[in-house]
């Protein structure tokens, strides 16, 4: 049973160009969760997607950051026109239900932003 | 403002000894907590829970202490051991929600 996948592991942009992470969840779990840890920092939550839904995207800057998670294929964490400071590890982990289980994560995507 | 706070970054702990990782929380609502073991370059591996209803729960060599009234959780892990050196995060959520607050993690060293 795959763990939840990832990629790319290591993303390098410039300031202004965007940013496309993905995420596959566990076999059997439809929801996805998005954390983001800046460096010397706990994980911070961004935003809980279920199939073709967004639950709660409250830890999520309202400007240049969108998610997605669709009927058919992986979860999408989109960010625009990066800037420095979105540098930062961002994990995905999914569940099979929304609460009492434990979410299970990703190796992350450690993102650039020269 | 941090609900979730772990005060020590770094610890040391002999081989065989037992290590004591803390973490306490302000949100009275707060009442599922988790630890989660942390290599580099991989993400979070969950280790343990513990819902407020218990004060202790235990798997093999870990231990979750609870003190709700100390609004306090302590991992315990023994005997340590040297694969056990990693950062160590925990995190609580409240009743039907889904949000995990984490804390800022704790770096686990375990010498042999």
């Known amino acids: 049973n795959a763990g939840v996948m990832q990629n790319p592991r290591h993303l390098v942009r410039r300031r202004g160009q965007e940013a496309r992470l993905r995420c596959s969840p566990m076999?059997?779990?439809?929801?996805v969760y998005w954390y983001r840890q800046l460096p010397e920092e706990g994980l911070k939550f961004m935003v809980y997607?279920?199939?073709?839904?967004?639950?709660?995207e409250s830890g999520m800057p309202k400007e240049r950051f969108s998610a997605e998670f669709p009927k058919e294929g992986p979860s999408i964490l989109r960010i625009q026109q990066v800037v420095r400071g979105d540098s930062a590890a961002y994990f995905c982990?999914?569940?099979?239900?929304?609460?009492?289980?434990?979410?299970?994560f990703g190796p992350g995507t450690r993102l650039t932003v020269l | 403002d941090q609900q979730v706070k772990q005060n020590s970054p770094s610890l040391s702990v002999q081989e065989g000894r037992i290590s004591i990782l803390n973490c306490d929380y302000t949100?009275?609502?707060?009442?599922?907590f988790l630890w989660y073991k942390k290599y580099p370059a991989e993400g979070p591996t969950f280790l343990i829970s513990?819902?407020?209803?218990?004060d202790k729960n235990e798997d093999g060599r870990f231990t979750v202490f609870l003190n709700k009234s100390a609004k306090h959780l302590s991992l315990h892990i023994v005997p340590s051991q040297p694969g056990d050196s990693a950062v160590y995060f925990c995190?609580?959520?409240?009743?039907?929600?889904?949000?995990?607050?984490f804390g800022t993690g704790t770096r686990l060293k375990v010498l042999a």
């Open positions: 995190a609580a959520s409240n009743s039907g929600t889904y949000k995990y607050i």
């Open positions: 076999k059997g779990h439809s929801h």
């Open positions: 513990i819902s407020s209803i218990k």
């Open positions: 949100n009275s609502m707060f009442d599922y």
């Open positions: 982990a999914s569940s099979p239900d929304s609460w009492g289980n434990e979410q299970f």
């Open positions: 997607l279920q199939k073709e839904n967004i639950i709660d």
